[in-house]
């Protein structure tokens, strides 16, 4: 779908969609359109239960008086109320009403009102921007769909007074979402198309965008003495990988260009990519299995934001490591009991061979640190059912050793509506893994199994090291639309990590 900006002019056909605030007052393209119709759009918010409250939206159908085949009234509530998400859910609204409606365009008006904070440009770009992150839909394998079920608009043109300046602001955010729907893909596709290899493949397609991209296989792996990893994909017959993705945008990081002083020094993230997760020997119900084609989620999060900050030109530098592996059953397959060293030289019993995640991003987050001496580390990873029982669908799992780290991923989850929520460490959660027979186990009791899996990882992060871990199983997909997130891969944490880049380490 193509965006557009322009100056205003009351569009003479096609769909059109114009704010209403607060109380059904209509904002200055609202009441032309108003006076142009004879006063049909204040009738239909007379006759209705229509407010102009956030989010709502009232569709008046090829009123008289115009060409127009349609007129949206979206709800922007009060002015001052009135936010970068409340934009972008206006944006999103109008393309999730129009897009199996037939119509091929619309057109969003944007107009300056007073006592809204938020310039008209950057209104009309985070409009611009909810509308685009709206239109997605994965349907590649749908071949028998009839022309009225595929999704019919094909642009969205946004008027608004000084257009170049928009266009400006969108520019960046539309590299973002170009992540967010990078994510969404990988996440979605089916596990006979997407394993360890195929996965990394598609991450080498960023080196078009100025990313080094490096895949090492088991043999590399093993030299390093990544055996908690390799434990995980030993009973399948795709061979496990560790991707290692640089951004150098801040003028190198260790192993890439010359830089000097903290802001040379990259921000590292890693992902959780196992691409199916069947449980291994301690096998999952059959039911709702394929969900597990997502498991690699932390991972997907990972190359999608590598996608944003490249296509956006973020001055920093940036590390992405993801342990890719399939975790399977088979002859091969790592056992219950099994004893393997992870590249720490620690010693993990494997109690259950379903606490997979946790194995593979141990050996992750030591080799990022050795390897780049990050200044932050943030792991992601579709890692705990028990996550999901204590939140739900509506926030990620946050666990984190600094609470500077910790408050900035909070402030930026708050500002792109991707909210995460700090649960607690503390020794006598530590003291769950500890094992009779290794160094630690890979599973506590039932009780916190969020909080020990973190606890977990924290007995693989170097002192002196800022980390936070985001457990994102409840939030990775969803099984109903909201209005900038269609249902399926939901692309969570792409612009989370965005924000906190840009807030807390660009350029800094």
Request: charged letters at 20%; glycine letters at 12%.
């Amino acid at each position: 779908m193509k965006i557009a900006f322009v100056a205003p002019k009351l569009p003479k056909t096609g769909a059109v969609a114009v704010a209403v605030m607060d109380g059904g007052k209509l904002t200055p393209s609202a009441a032309q359109l108003d006076r142009a119709t004879g006063g049909a759009l204040t009738r239909a918010i007379k006759g209705g239960r229509f407010k102009g409250n956030t989010g709502q939206v009232l569709e008046v159908l090829a009123p008289a008086g115009i060409g127009n085949s349609r007129v949206l009234l979206v709800g922007l509530g009060k002015p001052k109320d009135v936010k970068d998400l409340g934009l972008e859910e206006m944006g999103g609204n109008v393309v999730e009403r129009l897009n199996r409606s037939g119509e091929r365009g619309v057109t969003i008006m944007v107009d300056a009102i007073p006592g809204i904070a938020v310039p008209a440009p950057a209104r009309a770009a985070h409009c611009a921007l909810g509308a685009r992150l709206s239109a997605y839909s994965f349907d590649r394998y749908k071949t028998k769909q009839k022309p009225e079920e595929k999704p019919s608009l094909e642009q969205v043109t946004v008027m608004v007074d000084n257009p170049a300046a928009a266009r400006r602001a969108y520019a960046a955010m539309e590299h973002v979402a170009e992540g967010v729907d990078l994510t969404r893909n990988l996440v979605s596709e089916p596990a006979n198309i997407i394993y360890p290899k195929s996965l990394a493949a598609e991450a080498k397609k960023l080196t078009k965008l100025g990313v080094k991209v490096r895949v090492l296989g088991v043999a590399e792996m093993r030299k390093l003495g990544m055996g908690a990893l390799l434990g995980v994909g030993q009973g399948s017959a795709q061979e496990s990988q560790l991707l290692v993705m640089q951004w150098s945008g801040a003028g190198g990081s260790k192993g890439g260009a010359k830089g000097k002083g903290k802001a040379a020094q990259p921000v590292a993230f890693v992902g959780k990519g196992v691409t199916f997760d069947t449980g291994g020997i301690s096998i999952k119900p059959a039911a709702n299995m394929e969900d597990m084609k997502w498991d690699m989620g932390g991972a997907g999060v990972v190359i999608g934001l590598m996608r944003a900050l490249a296509g956006r030109k973020a001055k920093v530098n940036a590390v992405g490591v993801c342990g890719l592996a399939e975790n399977m059953p088979s002859a091969s397959a790592q056992r219950p009991g099994d004893i393997v060293t992870s590249m720490s030289g620690q010693t993990i019993e494997v109690i259950n061979t379903d606490a997979e995640g946790r194995l593979v991003l141990a050996d992750a987050l030591w080799y990022t640190q050795e390897k780049f001496k990050p200044r932050a580390i943030v792991d992601l990873a579709t890692l705990t059912g028990a996550v999901i029982v204590a939140l739900g669908h509506e926030y990620a799992g946050l666990f984190a050793n600094d609470d500077k780290l910790a408050d900035n991923l909070f402030a930026a989850g708050q500002a792109v509506g991707e909210g995460v929520w700090r649960l607690p460490l503390g020794e006598a959660y530590d003291k769950a893994i500890n094992s009779d027979a290794a160094d630690m186990k890979n599973v506590g009791d039932r009780a916190g199994g969020s909080i020990t899996a973190a606890q977990f990882l924290l007995r693989f992060i170097k002192k002196g090291t800022p980390w936070a871990h985001l457990d994102i199983a409840g939030v990775t997909w969803s099984s109903k639309a909201k209005p900038t997130t269609p249902k399926g891969g939901t692309g969570f944490g792409v612009r989370l990590l965005d924000r906190l880049v840009a807030d807390n380490f660009e350029g800094k």
